[in-house]
T-cell receptor, first 119, second 109 residues
Framework: GAGVSQSPSNKVTEKGKDVELRCDPISGHTALYWYRQRLGQGLEFLIY????????KSGLPSDRFSAERTGESVSTLTIQRTQQEDSAVYLC?????????????????FGSGTQLSVL | GIQVEQSPPDLILQEGANSTLRCNFSDSVNNLQWFHQNPWGQLINLFY???GTKQNGRLSATTVATERYSLLYISSSQTTDSGVYFCAVDPYNNNDMRFGAGTRLTVKP
């Protein structure tokens, strides 16, 4: 697609339920990121994928959070047993292939986010 | 980990005024980007600027990597410039982007 697509755009769930958020990156982008943004706050890094691998999972807040990516394309972020503090906008971004050695990183392109509300 | 500090946290301008937003970072970086988040939440990449100066219309940015800061200049501001401006950096040999807390800009007509 032309841009990064996220679904659903809004999700309301009850405390304790599991939710799955989806991200379709720009075609050909091998790097994919998930961020969380609470109301009025900055972006909190969750996880990064290079291809289908996640070299950096350090941002995942707890073991209730997991993410996977398949086919170097679609990624899903799963939150189990949701809590009210999980309420936030979850943003996905992609960028073209990263070079190793910390050179020539590329621009990030963001989706519109999924607004998650846990009641 | 790396610290990214943006200033000022809030800025209110009259339409037509100029402004400078600052981003300080605590470690060497090989990637620095500026983003604008509009009032509807959409994040738009403004500049990829690990060093040097770039200009795009009324916006320009300068990064002095050796002194660990970047500046975003907005000239002749318009109401559509309102929103939150984020600076994000990727430290050497890390592979993620870390964001500052942002500068919330309000441009009044």
């Amino acid at each position: 697609g032309a841009g990064v697509s996220q679904s659903p755009s809004n999700k309301v769930t009850e405390k304790g339920k599991d939710v799955e958020l989806r991200c379709d990156p720009i075609s050909g982008h091998t790097a994919l990121y998930w961020y969380r943004q609470r109301l009025g706050q900055g972006l909190e890094f969750l996880i990064y994928f290079q291809g289908n691998s996640a070299p950096d999972k350090s941002g995942l807040p707890s073991d209730r959070f997991s993410a996977e990516r398949t086919g170097e394309s679609v990624s899903t972020l799963t939150i189990q047993r949701t809590q009210q503090e999980d309420s936030a906008v979850y943003l996905c971004a992609s960028s073209p292939q990263k070079m190793t050695g910390g050179t020539a990183n590329e621009k990030l392109f963001f989706g519109s986010g999924t607004q998650l509300s846990v009641l | 980990g790396i610290q990214v500090e943006q200033s000022p946290p809030d800025l209110i301008l009259q339409e037509g005024a100029n402004s400078t937003l600052r981003c300080n970072f605590s470690d060497s970086v090989n990637n620095l980007q500026w983003f604008h988040q509009n009032p509807w939440g959409q994040l738009i990449n403004l500049f990829y600027i690990p060093s040097g100066t770039k200009q795009n219309g009324r916006l320009s940015a300068t990064t002095v990597a050796t002194e660990r800061y970047s500046l975003l200049y907005i000239s002749s501001s318009q109401t559509t410039d309102s929103g939150v401006y984020f600076c994000a950096v990727d430290p050497y040999n890390n592979n993620d982007m870390r964001f500052g807390a942002g500068t919330r800009l309000t441009v009044k007509p």
